[in-house]
Every structure is written in structure tokens, then in C-alpha cells.
């Protein structure tokens, strides 16, 4: 946790993802006056309002304008000042994608986006605004930094993270409502490093998000079928962990990435990259959302009906587990 | 104050450098975009040697004036007047949009100093503006922003939505240029789309606006001065401008918006300036 943070995981326990983020940068606000935050008509929405109540002089509400939203911002960061802006991800990495791209990630300017609702968090409210789109985009945009935090507390940190983080950072959250995987929030995050959840030598899942408790629920069941599951939590997906991901590959020699995004270009394929690059084989799954629109649903039937759930973990899990691949303890015959 | 006789004729002379500076980039570069950058020279010339409080020698100077040029392929225009104030050695220009140049035909502000923000994507350049003019409302910092854009971007939605913003904060320290020049990369503006009726367009939106000829140094150099007089709201000054101005193989063709030069073509074009500067 970052110094000066006064949340508690008591409070955090019962706080969403985004008020968890609108407390902690209300807290931030105090001791960077440079900080401004920003937001298209969803103050409320988003919870960025709560620093806007405390901080007024230093939030602006855009209307609903969201390139002019993100072209705002970068002058602001020209102007001197870090700002941090917030709306739906489907809106910030989609509709101002240009924008941010040009004319934040381009000329490298400190600017933090807070994007919500991302994923199928806002199952209910149909394709529109779903986003399963965004870790593509984004990851895609140089000087770019990437965050998918796993619950509120994970987000506290995150966001007190992105404020010392030189450059544009995205980070990804829902809309909230997620059980917290933390039970506590002094676990060493830090940006660009992955959180190694729990050890184990059968299979490696690798999760960032909502997909991170489904991952944790998965393991128990699938170590009372005697397997051993190591969980790696990548709340970072740009830059990605290399080493945790190539160690996995060594140890453990089978590995499944779960995410709530579509399974092109996102996690999933970001670990791909990695493990292809090594030249050392691996059985390998992506679970994520198949390369479709979504239907319409609470999150949590969604999660089961994608097979994103513990359950559809479970399964992916046992097929990889019956795939046959070479084990031997030699990997220099391999290239 | 009005422009003095003297400043104007200093002005005028820039400008018939600077237009000179642009076919000779144009001319090396192997095409560039000419047309637009000599439709905007009197509106940088006016600010670059009159009103923009800047000093090359600290580009970074954080009470300087910002300037945004949103119609970023009129980069080509603004290099040759960044260049000729000494933000960088004028002999790089001879490299422009050469590989491994600091000069694409559209500028980066990382790459080159004088360029406050770097643009060439159209309708972004009023919002980036809009964002500095409110940076300096929240700091109290005096600098004035000012922003060119092109007509033909006045189609972009999001000039509208930092039209918006820039009114309901109020923003007297924002002055935006229009360049209109009434021609897009496909013909006349009007023939494409229509955007007649710009005055109205931003009065409605809450700007101060002025219309006036954007190659009369007295007019713009009054618009400028006007514009920072108005209080608690942004000012727009349309200029009523020619594309190509003063190469008359160019005026008004929209052909030239990107062009190259043979060197028959380059003579041609520099005769053209110099007639052009020789009449009172």
C-alpha cells in the first residue's frame, strides 16, 4: 500500500473496485496539487466525483465529449499538471482511441486513465457497452502502460502506483461489485511485476481482473483432484512479467491465461508472445471471450456462460492436463 | 494599439521570406504541403514577429505563449518560421521529411523545438489548446494560447465539443485562427461539405468572433489586439484566406495542397513572391 493511503481492507472489503479508486485518488489529491481529474458525464458513474466534491477547483467535467475529453487532458499535462481521467473503457479505448493515441501516448505525456465498466462487467447493459476490446487497443498504443487489477484493493494500489509511473497508464476496472483476492493490501505490488498467488508445479494460470478469483476458486477445486496450481495474478499485461512467465513455462510446462476479454491480442496473447519468442514449447489455453459480441446477462451468468468461471477453469484445466506433451526434464533439444 | 506603418512593412517582409523559405523546403523535400502553408503565413508571420511572448533560446519557458497549430500540415510553413527565429539551425531544414529527419510534413514536439504540441490529426488541436488555456486559468500563469486550424477540420466533431468546453470555462486567454481558404484535399469546402455560416456557427457556441483578411497585416494584427481585450470568453478570428497565396499558378487550386516543385516550377513560384511583394 502506498504511503498515506488511510483505506482499510475492512473498508475495502465492502468498497467496488471504483470507489475504492475514488477515495484513494480523493487521498492523492491532497499531497499532489497537480493532480486534476476528469470525466465525460459519469462523475458518478465512474466515482471520480468523489475527488471532484473534495477537490472542485481541480475537476472538470467535460460534458459528453470524450475526444475532446482526452485532448483536454494532454493539454492540461502540457499545461504542467497530471491529469486523471475517467469514463467507460468502451468509450476511452474505443471511441477516443485516436486521441489518446496521438495525442496523449504519442507526445508521452503524464496523463492516467481510469477506465470502468470494462469487459462484460456491464453484462445488463448490452454490447454498447461492453468492452472486450480495450486490452488490444491499448497494449497496441506505444509508451502505454497497461493495469487489469483484481479487486479494490488491488486498484488502491494501482492507481497510488500510476501517480509516481512516468508516462500514460491505463488501468482497467469493472463496475465494481467484484469479492475482493487480496486480504491484504501490503503485498508488494508493483507495476510491471506479477504476484506469483500461490505456487504450484502441474499448470500455471495466469489471470489478471475479475478472472483472478475465478482462478483462485478453480485451484482449491482442482487441488482436491491432486493437482498442483500455480496462480499468477499479471495485473500488469504492458510491460508484461517475461520472467514469471518463462519460469512457468520451465516448471510447470502447461499453462492457461484467463481473461474477460476477447482472446485475440489480449492477456492471453500477450503471454503467447512471450512463450513463442522463448522458443520453449508449451500446452497452452487461452479462456477469455471467443472473438464475438457478447449477450446480454449479469456478469456473473456471463462468466459461466464464456466458461471464464472456476468451473469452466476446472475444465480447461483437466483437457490440458490430458494433453500429451513431451516432459522431459531436457529442454535443450527443444528450440 | 494598431499595427504601426513600420511594423507592418517588417511583417511583410518576413512573410515574403518565410513564403520563400516554403518553396525552397517544398522544392528539396520533394513535395510538401504548400498551398495551406502559404495560406496561414500572415497569420504566424503576425504572431512569431509581433505578439507570441516566446523566447527561442528557452522553448520550454513555462510563462511562454503556446502555440498549437491544428491544421499540422501546414507544418511545413511553421518549420520555416521556428527555423528562421533560431529554434533550431535553418540547415536542417534541407532534410525535411528525409529519413532520420527531426521534420515529418506534420511537426512533433519531441522532436522539434518551438512545437508546443504535436499535431497533423485533424480536429485535435482546439481541445489541446482549450486543456493549456485552462492550465493556465488554474495557475494563474498569464500566457495566452493560440490555435490555427484549417476550415476543411471544421467538420471534425470534436472542434465542436473543445468549442464547447473552451466557452463554458470562459476561456479569454484562447485566441483560435481559422484558416479559411474555403478548399479541402478533394475540392472546395463548400462543394465537399458545407460549412458556410462559421461566424455564426462559433458565436453560437459562446466565442467572441471577428472576420477578417487573413493577408492584411493591420487586420490581423487588430483581431489579435482585440481578441485580448474580450473577457470571459474565448475569441475565434476567421480569416478569409487564399490558398497558394502569391504563387498565381497556385491560388485557389486545390491541387496544391501537397505538391512538388521542379526547379522551373520553383523559379516560377519565387518570381511569383517577389511580384507580389514589389506591388505597394
Given at each position: 500500500?502506498?504511503?498515506?493511503?488511510?483505506?482499510?481492507?475492512?473498508?475495502?472489503?465492502?468498497?467496488?473496485?471504483?470507489?475504492?479508486?475514488?477515495?484513494?485518488?480523493?487521498?492523492?489529491?491532497?499531497?499532489?496539487?497537480?493532480?486534476?481529474?476528469?470525466?465525460?458525464?459519469?462523475?458518478?458513474?465512474?466515482?471520480?466525483?468523489?475527488?471532484?466534491?473534495?477537490?472542485?477547483?481541480?475537476?472538470?467535467?467535460?460534458?459528453?465529449?470524450?475526444?475532446?475529453?482526452?485532448?483536454?487532458?494532454?493539454?492540461?499535462?502540457?499545461?504542467?499538471?497530471?491529469?486523471?481521467?475517467?469514463?467507460?473503457?468502451?468509450?476511452?479505448?474505443?471511441?477516443?482511441?485516436?486521441?489518446?493515441?496521438?495525442?496523449?501516448?504519442?507526445?508521452?505525456?503524464?496523463?492516467?486513465?481510469?477506465?470502468?465498466?470494462?469487459?462484460?462487467?456491464?453484462?445488463?447493459?448490452?454490447?454498447?457497452?461492453?468492452?472486450?476490446?480495450?486490452?488490444?487497443?491499448?497494449?497496441?498504443?506505444?509508451?502505454?502502460?497497461?493495469?487489469?487489477?483484481?479487486?479494490?484493493?488491488?486498484?488502491?494500489?494501482?492507481?497510488?502506483?500510476?501517480?509516481?509511473?512516468?508516462?500514460?497508464?491505463?488501468?482497467?476496472?469493472?463496475?465494481?461489485?467484484?469479492?475482493?483476492?487480496?486480504?491484504?493490501?501490503?503485498?508488494?505490488?508493483?507495476?510491471?511485476?506479477?504476484?506469483?498467488?500461490?505456487?504450484?508445479?502441474?499448470?500455471?494460470?495466469?489471470?489478471?481482473?475479475?478472472?483472478?478469483?475465478?482462478?483462485?476458486?478453480?485451484?482449491?477445486?482442482?487441488?482436491?483432484?491432486?493437482?498442483?496450481?500455480?496462480?499468477?495474478?499479471?495485473?500488469?499485461?504492458?510491460?508484461?512479467?517475461?520472467?514469471?512467465?518463462?519460469?512457468?513455462?520451465?516448471?510447470?510446462?502447461?499453462?492457461?491465461?484467463?481473461?474477460?476479454?476477447?482472446?485475440?491480442?489480449?492477456?492471453?496473447?500477450?503471454?503467447?508472445?512471450?512463450?513463442?519468442?522463448?522458443g520453449k514449447a508449451c500446452a497452452f489455453t487461452k479462456l477469455g471471450?471467443?472473438?464475438?459480441?457478447?449477450?446480454?446477462?449479469?456478469?456473473?451468468?456471463?462468466?459461466?456462460?464464456?466458461?471464464?468461471?472456476?468451473?469452466?477453469?476446472?475444465?480447461?484445466?483437466?483437457?490440458?492436463?490430458?494433453?500429451?506433451?513431451?516432459?522431459?526434464?531436457?529442454?535443450?533439444?527443444?528450440? | 494599439?494598431?499595427?504601426?506603418?513600420?511594423?507592418?512593412?517588417?511583417?511583410?517582409?518576413?512573410?515574403?521570406?518565410?513564403?520563400?523559405?516554403?518553396?525552397?523546403?517544398?522544392?528539396?523535400?520533394?513535395?510538401?504541403?504548400?498551398?495551406?502553408?502559404?495560406?496561414?503565413?500572415?497569420?504566424?508571420?503576425?504572431?512569431?514577429?509581433?505578439?507570441?511572448?516566446?523566447?527561442?533560446?528557452?522553448?520550454?519557458?513555462?510563462?511562454?505563449?503556446?502555440?498549437?497549430?491544428?491544421?499540422?500540415?501546414?507544418?511545413?510553413g511553421w518549420a520555416a518560421i521556428l527555423g528562421e527565429k533560431g529554434?533550431?539551425?535553418?540547415?536542417?531544414?534541407?532534410?525535411?521529411?528525409?529519413?532520420?529527419?527531426?521534420?515529418?510534413?506534420?511537426?512533433?514536439?519531441?522532436?522539434?523545438?518551438?512545437?508546443?504540441?504535436?499535431?497533423?490529426?485533424?480536429?485535435?488541436?482546439?481541445?489541446?489548446?482549450?486543456?493549456?488555456?485552462?492550465?493556465?486559468?488554474?495557475?494563474?500563469?498569464?500566457?495566452?494560447?493560440?490555435?490555427?486550424?484549417?476550415?476543411?477540420?471544421?467538420?471534425?466533431?470534436?472542434?465542436?465539443?473543445?468549442?464547447?468546453?473552451?466557452?463554458?470555462?470562459?476561456?479569454?486567454?484562447?485566441?483560435?485562427?481559422?484558416?479559411?481558404?474555403?478548399?479541402?484535399?478533394?475540392?472546395?469546402?463548400?462543394?465537399?461539405?458545407?460549412?458556410?455560416?462559421?461566424?455564426?456557427?462559433?458565436?453560437?457556441?459562446?466565442?467572441?468572433?471577428?472576420?477578417?483578411?487573413?493577408?492584411?497585416?493591420?487586420?490581423?494584427?487588430?483581431?489579435?489586439?482585440?481578441?485580448?481585450?474580450?473577457?470571459?470568453?474565448?475569441?475565434?478570428?476567421?480569416?478569409?484566406?487564399?490558398?497558394?497565396?502569391?504563387?498565381?499558378?497556385?491560388?485557389?487550386?486545390?491541387?496544391?495542397?501537397?505538391?512538388?516543385?521542379?526547379?522551373?516550377?520553383?523559379?516560377?513560384?519565387?518570381?511569383?513572391?517577389?511580384?507580389?511583394?514589389?506591388?505597394?
Open positions: 500500500m502506498a504511503e498515506g493511503m488511510t483505506w482499510s481492507i475492512e473498508e475495502a472489503d465492502k468498497l467496488t473496485q471504483a470507489e475504492v479508486y475514488g477515495q484513494v485518488l480523493t487521498q492523492l489529491g491532497e499531497k499532489d496539487p497537480k493532480i486534476i481529474a476528469m470525466t465525460a458525464d459519469l462523475a458518478k458513474s465512474t466515482k471520480i466525483g468523489n475527488f471532484g466534491q473534495k477537490f472542485p477547483e481541480r475537476f472538470i467535467n467535460m460534458g459528453i465529449a470524450e475526444n475532446s475529453l482526452f485532448g483536454v487532458a494532454a493539454g492540461l499535462a502540457l499545461a504542467g499538471y497530471k491529469p486523471v481521467v475517467s469514463t467507460f473503457a468502451v468509450f476511452a479505448a474505443l471511441r477516443s482511441a485516436e486521441f489518446v493515441r496521438t495525442d496523449i501516448c504519442y507526445q508521452n505525456l503524464d496523463v492516467k486513465i481510469i477506465a470502468t465498466h470494462a469487459g462484460i462487467s456491464f453484462g445488463q447493459a448490452g454490447s454498447t457497452h461492453h468492452c472486450t476490446e480495450d486490452i488490444a487497443v491499448m497494449r497496441s498504443f506505444a509508451n502505454m502502460t497497461v493495469i487489469v487489477p483484481a479487486d479494490g484493493i488491488e486498484t488502491g494500489n494501482a492507481v497510488a502506483a500510476a501517480m509516481d509511473w512516468p508516462g500514460p497508464v491505463y488501468i482497467r476496472i469493472g463496475r465494481g461489485f467484484e469479492p475482493p483476492v487480496n486480504t491484504t493490501a501490503d503485498y508488494g505490488f508493483q507495476i510491471g511485476k506479477a504476484v506469483t498467488m500461490r505456487e504450484g508445479k502441474d499448470i500455471t494460470l495466469i489471470c489478471c481482473g475479475v478472472t483472478v478469483l475465478q482462478a483462485a476458486r478453480a485451484a482449491k477445486i482442482l487441488e482436491t483432484q491432486g493437482l498442483s496450481v500455480r496462480i499468477i495474478n499479471m495485473h500488469t499485461v504492458k510491460p508484461i512479467d517475461k520472467e514469471v512467465i518463462l519460469k512457468a513455462v520451465m516448471e510447470t510446462r502447461r499453462i492457461v491465461t484467463i481473461e474477460e476479454h476477447n482472446v485475440l491480442c489480449g492477456l492471453g496473447s500477450a503471454v503467447a508472445e512471450v512463450i513463442v519468442e522463448s471471450i471467443p472473438d464475438q459480441y457478447v449477450i446480454v446477462g449479469y456478469p456473473e451468468d456471463l462468466y459461466n456462460h464464456y466458461k471464464i468461471d472456476a468451473d469452466g477453469i476446472v475444465e480447461a484445466v483437466s483437457a490440458l492436463m490430458g494433453r500429451e506433451i513431451e516432459e522431459d526434464e531436457n529442454w535443450d533439444d527443444e528450440t | 494599439m494598431p499595427l504601426a506603418q513600420e511594423d507592418i512593412k517588417r511583417l511583410r517582409e518576413k512573410a515574403k521570406d518565410i513564403r520563400k523559405t516554403i518553396v525552397d523546403i517544398t522544392f528539396t523535400a520533394g513535395g510538401g504541403h504548400i498551398g495551406g502553408s502559404l495560406s496561414q503565413t500572415d497569420i504566424l508571420v503576425a504572431l512569431y514577429y509581433k505578439y507570441l511572448n516566446i523566447d527561442p533560446k528557452k522553448p520550454r519557458w513555462e510563462d511562454r505563449d503556446r502555440f498549437i497549430l491544428s491544421k499540422g500540415h501546414g507544418g511545413l529554434y533550431f539551425d535553418k540547415a536542417l531544414l534541407k532534410n525535411f521529411n528525409k529519413t532520420g529527419s527531426p521534420f515529418g510534413m506534420h511537426l512533433d514536439m519531441l522532436k522539434v523545438p518551438g512545437c508546443d504540441a504535436s499535431t497533423g490529426s485533424l480536429g485535435h488541436g482546439l481541445g489541446i489548446a482549450v486543456g493549456l488555456a485552462l492550465g493556465a486559468k488554474m495557475s494563474g500563469r498569464k500566457y495566452r494560447t493560440y490555435c490555427v486550424m484549417g476550415d476543411g477540420e471544421l467538420c471534425e466533431g470534436s472542434v465542436w465539443e473543445a468549442a464547447i468546453i473552451g466557452a463554458f470555462h470562459k476561456l479569454d486567454n484562447l485566441t483560435a485562427f481559422v484558416d479559411r481558404n474555403n478548399l479541402m484535399i478533394d475540392g472546395p469546402t463548400e462543394e465537399i461539405t458545407q460549412l458556410d455560416n462559421i461566424n455564426d456557427k462559433f458565436a453560437s457556441f459562446g466565442w467572441e468572433v471577428l472576420r477578417i483578411d487573413g493577408h492584411d497585416f493591420a487586420a490581423i494584427g487588430g483581431a489579435i489586439e482585440k481578441a485580448q481585450t474580450i473577457k470571459a470568453k474565448p475569441t475565434v478570428v476567421i480569416c478569409d484566406t487564399v490558398k497558394g497565396k502569391c504563387v498565381d499558378y497556385m491560388e485557389n487550386d486545390y491541387k496544391w495542397h501537397y505538391g512538388g516543385l521542379d526547379s522551373d516550377m520553383r523559379d516560377k513560384a519565387l518570381a511569383c513572391i517577389d511580384n507580389y511583394y514589389a506591388k505597394a
